[in-house]
């Protein structure tokens, strides 16, 4: 598995996935105020960020 700094979207974040379980997290933080995690097991990373594409970061953004 891995795990490294990413920034996806414009948003910096964390990224962890383990190959052997299909087990993976991404954490993004959004204006320094909001820290979004998208866990998944028994999934591709693809898949989890597809989750992310679904929610409104901007939105979440627009919070702050």
Do not use: C, H, W
């Not at 909001?34 to 979440?60: E, H, P, R, S, Y």
Request: aromatic share 10%; hydrophobic share 35%.
């Amino acid at each position: 598995g891995y795990e490294k700094t990413i920034t996806y979207k414009d948003y910096k974040g964390m990224e962890k996935y383990d190959k052997e379980t299909k087990s993976g997290s991404v954490q993004l933080f959004i204006k320094d105020r909001f820290m979004l995690t998208v866990d998944g097991n028994q999934i591709t990373m693809d898949a989890l960020k597809k989750a992310i594409d679904t929610i409104d970061l901007k939105k979440l953004e627009s919070l702050v």
